[in-house]
Structures are given as C-alpha cells and as structure tokens.
C-alpha cells in the first residue's frame, strides 16, 4: 500500500489561515446586540486565551466584549474598539449617572464598574483597567483621563459611609469628600485604594498598596499609607 505523507507544515498554515478568516468573519458582526454577543462567542473559538481580547477588539469598531461580561447600565456610551474582558460587571444601581468610556479602552476580567446616587464616570481613551479592580461612582463623579494605566486589585470610591454612634452604618446615608480625577498617563500601581476628593495628576505615579487621601501633583511619585510625595519624576 502506499504510504500517506502529511505536509505538516502545510497543513499548519492552512489551518492557520482558517482560523484567521474565522475570527476576521465573525468579528464584523460583533457588538452588544443578542446578534453580535453570539457572533462574539464564535469568534472565541479558534481565539487564543488571556491576550486575545486586545486583537479582537481591533477587528471592530465595536470592539470586544467577553460572552461572560454582563453590561447592566441604561445610559453606557461606549468607545470605539474597546475590550470588556472575562466577568467584567458594568452596573447601574438606583440614581445612578452615566457612564462614558472613550476609545480603546481595555477593562480586564473581573473588574465591577458601578454608578449610583448621582455619581457618575468617564474614563478617556486608551486607558487600561486590569484585572480584579473595583470602580464605584457614588453621590460624587470619577473621572480617569487618557492612557492612564491602572494596576490590578485597585479600588476607586468617590463616596464613604457615614459612622455616627446613633444607628447602623450600613444603615447611615453615604456621604462624599468631592469628585475624584485621575490626570492623563498616571500610573497607578498594584492594590492601591482611591478615596473621595482626591486629584491625582497628569503622569503622576502611585506606588503599590498605597491610600490616597489627598492630591497628587503632576508628575509625582506617591508611596504608603496614606500616600504621600517622596520625589519627582524629574528627580528620577
């Protein structure tokens, strides 16, 4: 009998071109419609884990938003080629204000995004949110400027609750400090909190586990807790 010979190399390309097509077609038809979360999760098949999401988003104006993300919000305007990654929650609790995320932002997986009681949030473009982040708009807005980047298990509360000995805290109206900003290219490093009333400046950089309670100038470098100015980009 003859043998059979594989051109393993060939049959590599071709199987990679396959899946090219197939990621390229379904993409097109991608989107927040029921239509374009199934076509979504088609593309998903053949697309490589973790790092996938960012050449998806690219495929598409309306870029990519994981099957597994849930968007719950009745006034989320969304930027074009944008990631929503694995188990992101965009949520709008009661009185919540909009939410405003400007071009190819990338939100990674298990990040909860809320607004509530009047607060609301914009995020400028080419922001990246890593994973396992909590950003939650209350009473006060957040704005978070353009190429910002925001390191993992990072929280951000525009608001607090009040503690009088009178009742149950939980039970006490939430209160605020002011709005919190987060200038254009800070970097905002691993586990770091964010508290109400807080502006960190344009290229500033916060160091990991730090609290911020008060302003950061530009181009600061900011450590502890609570964070305070230890130098100067300049000075670096």
Same mark, same amino acid.
């Given at each position: 009998m003859?043998?059979?010979?594989?051109?393993?190399?060939?049959?590599?390309?071709?199987?990679?071109?396959?899946?090219?097509?197939?990621?390229?077609?379904?993409?097109?038809?991608?989107?927040?419609?029921?239509?374009?979360?199934?076509?979504?999760?088609?593309?998903?098949?053949?697309?490589?884990?973790?790092?996938?999401g960012?050449?998806?988003?690219?495929?598409?104006?309306?870029?990519? &938003? +994981? $099957?597994?993300?849930?968007? #719950?919000?009745?006034?989320?305007?969304? %930027?074009?080629?944008i990631? @929503?990654?694995?188990?992101?929650?965009?949520?709008?609790?009661?009185?919540?204000?909009?939410?405003e995320?400007?071009?190819?932002?990338r939100?990674?997986?298990?990040?909860?995004?809320?607004?509530?009681?009047?607060?609301?949030?914009?995020?400028?473009d080419?922001?990246?949110?890593?994973?396992r982040?909590?950003?939650?708009?209350?009473?006060?807005?957040i704005?978070i400027?353009?190429?910002?980047? &925001? +390191? $993992?298990?990072?929280?951000f #509360?525009?608001?607090?609750?009040?503690? %009088?000995?009178?009742?149950i @805290?939980?039970?006490?109206?939430?209160?605020?400090?002011?709005?919190?900003?987060?200038?254009?290219?800070?970097?905002?490093?691993v586990?770091?909190?964010?508290l109400?009333?807080?502006h960190?400046g344009n290229g500033?950089?916060?160091?990991?586990?730090?609290?911020?309670?008060?302003?950061?100038?530009?181009?600061a470098?900011?450590?502890?807790?609570?964070?305070?100015?230890?130098?100067?980009?300049?000075e670096?």
């Amino acid at each position: 009998m003859p043998k059979l010979v594989i051109n393993t190399k060939k049959s590599n390309y071709l199987n990679g071109i396959f899946k090219q097509h197939w990621l390229r077609f379904w993409m097109r038809h991608a989107g927040i419609s029921k239509f374009g979360h199934f076509a979504t999760r088609l593309a998903t098949w053949f697309a490589p884990p973790h790092k996938a999401g960012t050449v998806l988003a690219n495929m598409n104006p309306n870029g990519y &938003i +994981a $099957p597994s993300a849930t968007l #719950y919000h009745s006034n989320l305007k969304l %930027g074009a080629h944008i990631l @929503i990654g694995d188990r992101v929650i965009i949520f709008e609790n009661k009185k919540g204000g909009p939410i405003e995320l400007g071009d190819r932002i990338r939100i990674l997986r298990d990040t909860t995004i809320e607004t509530g009681f009047g607060g609301k949030l914009s995020i400028g473009d080419e922001t990246w949110i890593h994973p396992r982040c909590q950003i939650n708009a209350y009473k006060a807005s957040i704005e978070i400027g353009c190429g910002v980047d &925001i +390191a $993992p298990n990072c929280a951000f #509360y525009s608001y607090d609750h009040g503690f %009088g000995s009178g009742e149950i @805290i939980r039970e006490q109206d939430l209160k605020t400090k002011g709005k919190i900003v987060i200038g254009n290219n800070a970097w905002i490093g691993v586990g770091v909190i964010v508290l109400s009333g807080v502006h960190i400046g344009n290229g500033a950089v916060v160091g990991a586990g730090s609290i911020v309670t008060q302003d950061i100038p530009d181009k600061a470098i900011a450590v502890g807790t609570p964070a305070n100015v230890t130098k100067m980009r300049s000075e670096s």
